[in-house]
């Protein structure tokens, strides 16, 4: 039966963060093609899904679009009176905007009972698009696919574009484009090429499928406005590009402020985007000033067919600049011709900040000493009076763009004596502050700090040399707080979270899972393991005696206060002295003006900056999940875990002759030599001779088989594990290598160039996309830079035989298969999606992302974690079941052991 669903319109745009025009401005001529996309749109669910289900599931579960689809057919869902939901329809705005809820579904029964997780949903969206072709023919140049489009899709998971179906037919393998879930602003273009080539005579029609994912938090809780119907609401639009251009793209620029004339960074960056064709960037010259300003290309840059990357430029200058522009010039060569494109970028001259005046400046850096990236900081007061003090970091909430939104650099007021650094955390969500959001506000101290010192004018407000900070965040950003502080103990003096949650599944629980009810627990335990690492309250133990104050909204809607109540709670059971407390404002909401500008908490930091240490404790824990993305506590520093997946820790007691330290699935830790004075170390039980004292670390190894033993030597070298789980891999040091087997390879350069899109619009980290043969040359000259490798393909690949060739993985090729453990693994439409180190640099690694077909590839290369609580640990096989029970679906998933080995323990095959 079909049943009937009405729905809702809403014109008005609610907690929509940032509403933007065009990414790209593009002339529409009556020379061109035309598209059009219809406003009438095919509406299937609502289905229970929990947050980031989605890229397990098919994004176009409970259909396969291979076959032709039923529209009278009904589908069970356990929201709907009755158990089931059929098609219906919604319509669109002109302007693309649509808005799609259940108002069926007795909403408010099942969040009585089930809270924000019930409210969690997916659904599948379908409309059509039309491709006409031009008047006359000439208009067609020498692409021969058809016109370059390009996509938006906002606050949608996935969409495809599909032919159109008839009956005799069966369609494509969809190619799954990410859309801006977040809509985060200045989102890079997204060309995407049709997937067969339209008519040049007639009109062509094709499908146009979206993932309609509703989350708590994106949308909201309904309440907001006053209703219990969660509205999901998306735009997509698509538009023309001109074929075979390289553009410049405004929105990807980075810049910094000039202050008195002086640069208040050492790099700018150009955001240039191909519609078509492979490109390399031959020359940059700055125009205007020339004779003040130079800017030199950091390396030689190349842009893959529908590729945006930011042209990292190192700026210097002669003597101070007082113009509003730079004018800078760029050539361009492909295949076809070379272009050259001129382009302004606007500079903001300040005034040197005074004791009374300041305005928050705009300071730019390389991240990873590669990524143009920039950040706000907002100069103390007065000099420096003796020794520098600490600067304050602010972690921001999500979706807040901190150039753009004045809110985020006035709700910390201007210090007397420290510094305030606002990071962007790369994107206005980044990755909650977590791997290169992390990165990104460690990076952007350590830049003001260099930045300070470059100029002598300045050098009354430096900072010191690797700085202590006092954390402060709100929202996500108070989660932030949470988070660098536990994970970088050494590194802070201090912490002001405000209004954070504790984790994603506290936050909104993932109890409406589909896949929970197919999955073996001991399965699913492995998948979790990849939450642990943001587990804030598993961490705590690193802060039991680092003074915190929380603060939280006594009516906060959006996160409650109960978070920071346990947080609390969980700190004081570690310590039950820890100078922990809760400033609870009873009745008030999120957020508030005041939540950090007041007294309270200025006088928390007016003593925290002033130079009074805490004190400290001599029996303490450091609890670590991931190394790689851990600091030390006390000098003590986890550089790998025996086995990975498991929380490690080292519980220590400090007496007056010894120290006493007890491991828990700890491999090799480290102490700073000099934070023993002398005293005599006992590791879990066993007093341990020390090496003789060369001024270094001491290194402590570990071994728990084939017989215990525990090593001391000196650390001469680091050796912090670089594995644990996927998203690791986020955390590259320079542009990700993506691997492909040859650049006319459709369907691996069609994933490496979303990907590459996807690493971009969410984090703006750069990639660059290069093939086998290349990828092989610099394998054989051992010049593989210490970057971390995406290689996405099938083991036909030369890199891949000649990676497994000389390493003992436990994936491996036999007979031209992919086998673990003595099996075949990648047969049918089975991909796989594992992590190894990279072949030269130990501390960066590879993804490997392998098929044997296009469906296997497209399911792998969803798990790449490029969001927050996507569970893939260190490897994961995936097949066609998954497209319709998720996780419960895999044939396989686990970590491997201390040195990249197969880990029975952690494992789990079908
Ligand atoms: C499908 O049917 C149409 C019309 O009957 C026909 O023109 C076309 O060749 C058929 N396609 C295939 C793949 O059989
Ligand atoms: C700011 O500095 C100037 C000169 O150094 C001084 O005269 C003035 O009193 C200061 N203002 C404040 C508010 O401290
Ligand atoms: C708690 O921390 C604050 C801020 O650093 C400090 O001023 C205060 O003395 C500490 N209180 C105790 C009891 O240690
Ligand atoms: C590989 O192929 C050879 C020859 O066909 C066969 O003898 C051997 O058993 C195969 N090995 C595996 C692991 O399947
Ligand atoms: C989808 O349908 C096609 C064609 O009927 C079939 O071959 C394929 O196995 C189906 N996929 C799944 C995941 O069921």
């Known amino acids: 039966m079909h049943r009937c669903l009405s729905f809702l319109l809403l014109s008005a745009v609610f907690l929509q963060l940032g509403a933007m025009g065009p990414a790209v401005q593009v002339p529409l001529t009556a020379g061109q093609w035309k598209t059009e996309i219809s406003r009438d749109w095919d509406v299937l669910g609502p289905f229970p899904i929990h947050a980031r289900e989605q890229h397990f599931l098919s994004p176009s579960f409970p259909i396969n679009l291979s076959e032709p689809?039923?529209?009278?057919?009904?589908?069970?869902?356990?929201?709907?009176?009755?158990?089931?939901?059929?098609?219906?329809?919604?319509?669109?705005?002109?302007?693309?905007?649509?808005?799609?809820?259940f108002p069926q579904v007795r909403w408010a029964t099942i969040r009585a009972t089930e809270g924000w997780a019930a409210l969690q949903h997916h659904s599948v969206l379908r409309t059509t698009l039309t491709v006409s072709p031009p008047q006359s023919a000439e208009t067609f140049g020498h692409d021969a696919e058809g016109p370059k489009l390009v996509a938006r899709l906002q606050q949608g998971s996935f969409f495809t574009i599909l032919p159109a179906l008839n009956s005799n037919e069966t369609r494509p393998t969809p190619e799954w484009h990410y859309g801006n879930i977040y809509a985060m602003g200045g989102d890079p273009p997204q060309t995407v090429t049709l997937p067969v080539s339209p008519s040049r005579t007639e009109a062509t029609v094709y499908d146009i499928f979206v993932s309609g994912d509703y989350e708590i938090r994106l949308f909201g809780d309904p309440s907001a406005y006053e209703s219990d119907v969660p509205v999901l609401s998306i735009d997509f639009s698509l538009e023309v590009h001109p074929p075979d251009e390289i553009i410049h793209v405004r929105s990807q620029d980075v810049s910094c402020d000039f202050v008195d004339g002086v640069p208040f960074g050492n790099t700018l960056g150009i955001g240039v985007h191909s519609t078509s064709g492979w490109w390399i960037l031959e020359h940059v010259e700055a125009l205007s000033p020339a004779d003040i300003l130079k800017v030199s290309l950091l390396r030689n840059i190349r842009f893959a067919p529908a590729q945006t990357r930011t042209i990292p430029l190192r700026l210097t200058h002669t003597r101070p600049f007082y113009g509003e522009k730079v004018q800078i010039a760029m050539k361009f060569s492909s295949e076809y011709h070379t272009m050259t494109i001129e382009v302004d970028l606007p500079i903001q001259q300040r005034p040197v900040w005074t004791n009374e005046t300041f305005q928050p400046l705009k300071a730019s850096y390389l991240y990873m000493d590669s990524m143009p990236t920039a950040f706000l900081a907002i100069p103390p007061k007065e000099t420096n009076v003796g020794e520098p003090r600490p600067p304050i970091l602010g972690l921001h909430g999500a979706g807040l763009d901190i150039f753009d939104q004045p809110l985020w650099a006035e709700s910390i007021p201007r210090q007397k004596t420290s510094w305030i650094i606002l990071p962007t955390g790369r994107t206005s969500w980044g990755l909650d502050w977590h791997g290169p959001s992390t990165q990104d506000a460690?990076?952007?101290?350590?830049?003001?700090?260099?930045?300070?010192?470059?100029?002598?004018?300045?050098?009354?407000?430096?900072?010191?040399?690797?700085?202590?900070?006092?954390?402060?965040?709100?929202?996500?950003?108070?989660?932030?707080?949470?988070?660098?502080?536990?994970?970088?103990?050494?590194?802070?003096?201090?912490?002001?979270?405000?209004?954070?949650?504790?984790?994603?599944?506290?936050y909104v629980p993932l109890t409406q899972s589909r896949s929970a009810h197919f999955i073996d627990p001991a399965l699913r335990a492995i998948l979790e393991t990849s939450l642990t690492p943001d587990d804030n309250d598993l961490f705590l133990s690193n802060l039991a005696d680092t003074p915190v104050l929380a603060v939280h909204g006594g009516l906060d809607d959006n996160v409650p206060v109960w978070h920071s109540r346990e947080y609390i709670s969980v700190l004081k059971t570690w310590n039950p002295d820890a100078n922990a407390s809760l400033k609870e404002d009873p009745g008030m909401p999120h957020w508030y003006p005041s939540v950090l500008a007041n007294e309270d908490v200025q006088a928390f930091?007016?003593?925290?900056?002033?130079?009074?240490?805490?004190?400290?404790?001599?029996?303490?824990?450091?609890?670590?999940?991931?190394?790689?993305?851990?600091?030390?506590?006390?000098?003590?520093?986890?550089?790998?875990?025996?086995?990975?997946?498991?929380l490690a820790r080292l519980a220590v007691t400090e007496h007056e002759t010894s120290i006493e330290v007890r491991t828990t699935n700890v491999g090799i830790f480290t102490i700073d030599r000099h934070r023993l004075h002398a005293r005599r170390l006992v590791v879990d039980g066993m007093s341990l001779p020390l090496p003789a004292d060369k001024g270094g670390n001491v290194r402590i190894a570990v071994n728990k088989s084939p017989q215990r033993s525990i090593v001391a030597s000196d650390s001469a070298r680091s050796s912090i594990q670089p594995s644990g789980r996927m998203s690791i891999a986020l955390s590259s040091r320079g542009p990700f290598l993506l691997v492909i087997p040859d650049a006319t390879s459709g369907r691996p350069l069609s994933v490496a160039t979303r990907l590459a899109h996807a690493l971009n619009l969410y984090h703006k980290l750069d990639a660059e996309i290069i093939t086998d043969d290349e990828m092989m040359d610099r394998a054989e000259r051992d010049t593989i830079d210490a970057v971390n490798l995406v290689v996405i393909g099938d083991v036909s690949m030369d890199f891949i035989k000649w990676y497994m060739g000389r390493r003992d993985t436990p994936f491996a090729i036999e007979n031209g298969s992919l086998r673990l453990q003595g099996r075949p693994f990648i047969q049918g439409s089975r991909g796989a999606i594992f992590l190894q180190p990279n072949p030269s640099h130990p501390n960066s690694n590879v993804v490997f992302l392998l098929a044997n077909d296009d469906e296997g590839l497209e399911r792998a290369a969803r798990l790449f974690p490029i969001r927050t609580g996507v569970t893939v640990p260190d490897w994961l096989v995936i097949g066609t079941l998954a497209d319709s029970r998720g996780a419960a679906g895999l044939h396989g998933a686990g970590l491997w052991d201390q040195h990249w080995k197969w880990n029975e323990g952690m494992s789990w095959l079908d």
């Open 69 to 101: 689809i039923d529209y009278s057919q009904s589908w069970s869902s356990s929201l709907a009176d009755g158990g089931s939901v059929g098609w219906s329809t919604a319509r669109a705005t002109e302007e693309g905007h649509l808005a799609v809820s």
């Open 442 to 506: 460690w990076q952007s101290v350590d830049a003001l700090s260099s930045i300070l010192k470059e100029t002598a004018a300045w050098h009354a407000w430096k900072l010191q040399d690797n700085t202590r900070v006092v954390v402060v965040g709100h929202s996500n950003g108070g989660q932030g707080a949470w988070y660098v502080s536990s994970r970088y103990p050494d590194r802070v003096v201090a912490v002001v979270p405000a209004s954070g949650y504790i984790k994603s599944q506290a």
């Open 605 to 646: 930091l007016d003593r925290a900056i002033s130079a009074i240490p805490s004190p400290k404790l001599n029996s303490y824990a450091l609890t670590v999940a991931i190394p790689a993305e851990s600091g030390s506590y006390h000098g003590w520093r986890i550089e790998s875990l025996l086995s990975p997946g498991r």
